[in-house]
């Protein structure tokens, strides 16, 4: 039975006028000073100007007002912020009318902005798609810039009204979207100079915040474009949870719905809303399948066809539009009805009520609807998200870019990738530089969707960055020879696959703590490497490094292996201080001139990728469930047993960040708030003393978590210490030591404490008496480690390892030498080390 939407649903919170206060006005033109950074710039030849909320903006007040002074001298208008020097002719906007100087941008001799000038030094944001993209693309424009300014032009935007009729027909949603009454000329000036995170910050202010995601929404998604039967899915399901491969998402491709027997007289099978009973007979009993094995559930759709007599919900979704559905008539897609609208929305939340969580909008088909300045893609981006969170659900939708202002809508699916290693290599800086528009939640097809070549080395590397990207989405297309579960590869390259899925899902602690930090404070969980280092050039230098929350930097290899040295390389910054390898602890001193930082070379095996941990750096993460485990696999809940990585050198402090799982509980703002803190205290520190760990008991809604905890804390990067020396405290009192185990790890210079059932509410507190030291990099043993699997004359291994045996860091200008060239040693011909070898023995003796 339809049922109306209810108009709640759809209206959008916004505060769309300016402050009078900051508004200055002539009679067709108007300024409006929402910072002293941001400036609406609007021209009207009839002197009407807008004052609701558009497709991208929502809000011009925010909430103070901005000191500024205007002076008129020989026809013009001269306002002055703090960050701004803005001349206006007060005549239709020109070159040579309006112009903006950026204060306080000393290394650009482009800060000023004329009307109309193009924007050489913006950094970029992010566009629609990559489909049968290989490689890099051209990229639409950001709001941060080298020369300190960027402009968002909102001309073309439609209008968001509340309206109870459109066209002369009921609207049933309360709000729409609408062509602007009449034209104008609509800017918004972000002069931000190389203040990058505030530019962002107050974009979000300006179009909405990033909604907050489910927490299951942020472990492993599978997907893949094939015609899977419903019993052949749940045994794949099954196979994987025996595997111990955690997912909780299903994509299911269009094969879904009826496809190849369409009758060609309605067209084509490629949009579809009816089961295909052949290959799921029973759909109902198949998403509560899924559901038990704990995965959500989306379905595609490619809704351009509109609905089509052959569908299953054509006879109620024609007489909705006024169709005769004995005609046979095909209801036309036509985002500008909102009776078809709301018929469409029924057709779905039928599936819905069967049990599908959310909708793959795999819109592919231009950017024109009925309605002047329209797209499709964001309309049904604006509807579906909206009508997705009906009734106090968790909304979500997955789809692609329509611009700026589309954050408030994830998650974005960027397109079919080409399966090459320069595709691979262009995803890490698309996704870091798509922050620069707002755009946090990126989901790629991780280990490619399609052409290209078999290369497992090339799946590896991609696994492994999408591991540390916002969405990790495996897909492929529906060759047989493209699936991309572990076992089809060779053992090294499933082991390491295996690896990051469950590093994944066992960072969930971490990553949703993050998916409150950026629908919070709006910081997306990627940002490039010169959102914090602004006037540093290095960091410009490494597009595929990114910041990776508050604790990371990550470095993907996105090139193949060197042969010689079985390693792949990424160059590196890292900003001044000290940084450990995420994975084994070898410590990383970065001490550059006046502060800026270093450069490198990371070499990797093919098991792992350079991730460096900040100095008191602090990472939760969860026990993932083993091999055999059942449904347990998958489980999402806030976990009994936490394991953290804490890394020495410094004090850190990191609050994780949890809820009960209900969206109720998250807008309220009832969290359950662990605070961890890390005093180093250890040798070289200020006051050396105890290094202490504590957790404090949970704040907030005690109710969200477990009664009882088991903790491991592992500090990573130290040197052993006697068990005597460690004491744990829970509730200020002391655990017997029988209860805890201390051990240590030397491949990964780890030294791991554990107790179990902790109460929430009593907190921890792990102290080691004479503090920490941090561990010596063990340089011979990984000289060693790397030379034993080069690819070269044993005696160039025998003379580099006596070199370093010898010299230690000095050895390398001995390895410079035998890099150079050929030459003659105690009867043995020495052909040139391979600078690759070089290059990662370098990077071994240089750490620190």
């Not at 989306?298 to 005609?327: C, K, M, Q, W």
């Amino acid at each position: 039975m339809a049922t109306s939407p209810n108009p709640q649903d759809f209206k959008v919170d916004a505060a769309p006028a300016m402050r009078a206060d900051s508004t200055i006005v002539g009679d067709r033109w108007r300024i409006g000073l929402l910072t002293d950074s941001l400036v609406r710039f609007e021209w009207s030849d009839s002197g009407d100007f807008e004052n609701r909320p558009t497709q991208t903006v929502l809000n011009r007040d925010f909430g103070e007002p901005v000191q500024y002074t205007v002076t008129e001298r020989d026809g013009r208008i001269i306002i002055d912020t703090a960050a701004l020097y803005i001349t206006y002719d007060k005549q239709p906007f020109s070159k040579e009318g309006l112009s903006v100087v950026v204060k306080g941008v000393s290394d650009t001799q482009f800060n000023t902005w004329h009307y109309g000038d193009e924007q050489r030094g913006n950094l970029k944001g992010t566009a629609r798609t990559l489909d049968e993209a290989n490689g890099a693309i051209p990229l639409d424009d950001g709001v941060i810039s080298r020369d300190g300014w960027a402009v968002i032009d909102d001309s073309a935007s439609n209008i968001i009204v509340e309206a109870d009729e459109i066209n002369g027909k009921h609207n049933p949603f309360g709000s729409w979207v609408t062509p602007r009454d009449t034209a104008e000329t609509d800017l918004y000036f972000f002069g931000y100079g190389h203040r990058y995170i505030e530019a962002v910050h107050d974009f979000y202010r300006l179009t909405g915040p990033t909604p907050l995601l489910p927490r299951w929404a942020l472990s492993n998604w599978w997907s893949r474009y094939y015609r899977y039967t419903q019993d052949g899915y749940l045994a794949l399901m099954d196979r994987f949870k025996r595997a111990g491969l955690p997912f909780t998402t299903s994509v299911i491709d269009m094969d879904w719905h009826r496809v190849d027997d369409v009758d060609p007289k309605y067209g084509s099978g490629w949009t579809g809303y009816s089961w295909n009973r052949t290959l799921f007979p029973d759909p109902p009993q198949f998403l509560r399948d899924l559901h038990a094995r704990g995965l959500h559930t989306t379905l595609n759709v490619h809704p351009r066809d509109g609905v089509r007599a052959f569908e299953d919900a054509y006879p109620e979704v024609a007489s909705r539009v006024g169709i005769d559905p004995a005609t046979e008539e095909a209801v036309e897609f036509d985002l500008t009805n909102p009776q078809f609208v709301d018929a469409y929305f029924d057709m779905h939340h039928r599936m819905e009520d069967d049990g599908v969580d959310f909708w793959w909008l795999d819109w592919q088909q231009g950017g024109v609807t009925r309605q002047k300045g329209l797209d499709p893609l964001w309309m049904l981006n604006h509807m579906h998200y909206l009508d997705s969170g009906r009734d106090g659900r968790w909304p979500l939708t997955f789809s692609r870019y329509a611009g700026p202002g589309s954050h408030r809508y994830p998650v974005g699916f960027s397109g079919d990738t080409i399966v090459t290693w320069e595709s691979l290599a262009f995803q890490p800086q698309f996704t870091a530089t798509a922050s620069n528009i707002g755009y946090g939640w990126w989901s790629h097809d991780i280990g490619g969707h399609m052409f290209g070549y078999r290369d497992e080395e090339l799946e590896a590397r991609w696994y492994q960055l999408g591991a540390f990207s916002p969405i990790n989405r495996l897909h492929s297309s529906s060759s047989p020879f493209v699936g991309k579960e572990p076992w089809n590869f060779r053992a090294e390259i499933c082991d390491a696959m295996t690896d990051v899925l469950r590093l994944r899902h066992a960072m969930l602690p971490y990553l949703y703590t993050m998916d409150y930090r950026a629908a919070r404070d709006g910081r997306p969980l990627v940002e490039p490497m010169y959102w914090q280092s602004p006037d540093i050039a290095d960091a410009y230098e490494v597009p595929d490094e990114f910041r990776f929350g508050t604790e990371l930097i990550v470095a993907p290899v996105v090139s193949p292996n060197d042969r010689a040295v079985q390693r792949g390389r990424a160059e590196v910054w890292l900003p001044d201080g000290e940084w450990f390898d995420f994975f084994d602890g070898r410590r990383y001193v970065s001490r550059g001139v006046s502060g800026r930082g270093r450069r490198l070379e990371a070499w990797r095996a093919i098991d792992r990728m350079p991730v460096f941990a900040k100095a008191g750096g602090i990472v939760p993460l969860q026990e993932v469930a083993g091999a055999g485990a059942g449904d347990a696999v998958n489980a999402v809940d806030n976990p009994r047993a936490l394991r953290v990585l804490v890394f020495p050198g410094a004090d850190g402090a990191f609050t994780l960040r949890e809820d009960n799982g209900t969206l109720a509980a998250a807008k309220a703002g009832r969290t359950a708030d662990t605070s961890m803190t890390f005093t180093w205290g250890g040798a070289g520190a200020a006051g050396a003393g105890a290094s202490v760990f504590a957790v404090a008991p949970v704040a907030g809604d005690v109710t969200a978590v477990p009664d009882k905890r088991d903790w491991t804390v592992v500090f990573r990067g130290v040197a052993p210490v006697a068990d005597a020396d460690v004491r744990v405290l829970a509730g200020g009192q002391s655990v017997d030591a029988a209860a805890v185990s201390v051990t240590y790890d030397e491949a990964t210079l780890s030294l791991s404490v554990s107790v179990a059932g902790i109460a929430s509410t009593e907190g921890l507190r792990i102290e080691i008496a004479d503090g920490l030291r941090i561990a010596d990099n063990p340089i011979e043993a990984d000289v060693m480690e790397l030379l034993l699997h080069t690819q070269m004359l044993y005696r160039t291994k025998e003379l580099a390892l006596n070199a370093v045996q010898e010299l230690g860091v000095g050895a390398l200008d001995a390895i410079r030498t035998m890099n150079r060239g050929p030459r003659y040693d105690n009867d043995f011909w020495v052909t040139e080390m391979p600078d690759a070898v070089a290059g990662a023995l370098a990077e071994i003796l240089l750490r620190s």
